[in-house]
């Protein structure tokens, strides 16, 4: 029951602030689409490039995966270092019978949440593209929704120990940009340099949008969806695991 109050209580801050999200969570990620798919896209195609489905097509669930990822951690860094540190939210919940488990789960349902309707708002724009494929389109929004647990998870654990706000830009601009840039999103990562291919291989992005376009597309998944679906359990499993100790340390000593 603490774990569906906290949820509540951030669906009923939401209600009030939702417009100021539609920007960055899919107007910004659609006309994203727009330009690399149909301006780059068009030199693409001009040329045999070996992906297998038009280049608008291709790169669609690269940046749905994309989109999963930034409205993660975007949920996931300052809201939660605030809830500790400026408005101190959490330690009022604390006050009540609610446990520290409960208020990280309940706001980690509450990003899943957020993260899945991004998703349906992005394959709704995918689809007067014709750039679903499959009948197994909709499934996109299991492996998108795990996708933004795998990085909010470690991200909750990361901003319930940092001391400064300071750090997100550096988590920002080491992790979540490079590994935008370099995960499969825009091109396959065969075509890197081996050492850059295996740092791809071990983000969870790219396992999300290998997952994402098996989907959209209709075809296999590199590794396997059983393999992709585990390694992205696997960090969620692991970031969640170091939330809940960074909560309990933070909200019960």
Same mark, same amino acid.
Do not use: K
């Given at each position: 029951?603490?774990?569906?109050?906290?949820?509540?209580?951030?669906?009923?801050? /939401?209600?009030?602030?939702? +417009?100021?999200?539609?920007?960055?969570?899919? %107007?910004?990620?659609?006309?994203?689409?727009?330009? =690399?798919?149909?301006?780059?896209?068009?030199?693409?195609?001009?040329?045999?490039?070996?992906?297998?489905?038009? /280049?608008?097509?291709?790169?669609?669930?690269?940046?749905?995966?994309?989109?999963?990822?930034?409205? %993660?951690?975007?949920?996931?860094?300052?809201?939660?270092?605030?809830?500790?540190?400026?408005?101190?939210?959490?330690?009022? =919940?604390?006050?009540?019978?609610?446990?520290?488990?409960?208020?990280?789960?309940?706001?980690?349902?509450?990003?899943?949440? +957020?993260?899945?309707?991004?998703?349906?708002?992005?394959?709704?724009?995918?689809?007067? @593209?014709?750039?679903?494929?499959?009948? $197994?389109?909709?499934?996109?929004?299991?492996? %998108?929704?795990?996708?933004?647990?795998?990085?909010?998870?470690?991200?909750?654990?990361?901003?319930?120990?940092?001391?400064?706000?300071?750090?997100?830009?550096?988590?920002?601009?080491?992790?979540?940009?490079? =590994?935008?840039? @370099?995960?499969?999103?825009?091109?396959?990562?065969?075509?890197?340099?081996?050492?850059?291919?295996?740092?791809?291989?071990?983000?969870?992005? $790219?396992?999300?949008?290998?997952?994402? +376009?098996?989907?959209?597309?209709?075809?296999?998944?590199?590794?396997?969806? $059983?393999?992709?679906?585990?390694?992205?359990?696997?960090?969620?499993?692991?970031? /969640?695991?170091?939330?809940?100790?960074?909560?309990?340390?933070?909200?019960?000593?």
């Amino acid at each position: 029951m603490g774990t569906l109050a906290v949820l509540e209580y951030h669906l009923v801050c /939401y209600r009030r602030i939702w +417009r100021s999200s539609v920007l960055s969570s899919f %107007a910004l990620p659609a006309m994203f689409l727009v330009a =690399m798919g149909v301006t780059v896209g068009g030199y693409v195609d001009a040329r045999p490039s070996g992906l297998g489905a038009p /280049y608008l097509d291709w790169i669609g669930p690269g940046l749905l995966a994309s989109t999963a990822l930034q409205v %993660a951690v975007n949920d996931s860094t300052w809201p939660v270092f605030s809830m500790f540190n400026w408005i101190r939210t959490y330690h009022a =919940m604390r006050a009540s019978p609610v446990t520290s488990a409960a208020v990280l789960r309940g706001h980690l349902l509450y990003v899943c949440l +957020r993260v899945g309707v991004a998703a349906i708002a992005f394959l709704l724009v995918l689809l007067p @593209f014709g750039a679903l494929h499959s009948w $197994w389109a909709p499934a996109t929004l299991g492996p %998108a929704i795990l996708t933004g647990l795998a990085f909010a998870a470690p991200s909750f654990a990361f901003a319930s120990v940092v001391a400064s706000d300071n750090y997100f830009a550096v988590l920002f601009r080491l992790v979540v940009v490079p =590994m935008t840039l @370099f995960a499969g999103v825009f091109f396959p990562v065969g075509g890197l340099p081996e050492p850059a291919r295996v740092l791809a291989y071990a983000s969870p992005l $790219w396992h999300g949008v290998e997952l994402c +376009r098996a989907a959209t597309l209709g075809t296999a998944t590199a590794w396997g969806v $059983w393999a992709h679906l585990g390694v992205l359990a696997a960090y969620a499993g692991a970031g /969640y695991a170091l939330a809940v100790r960074g909560f309990t340390r933070r909200l019960e000593d």
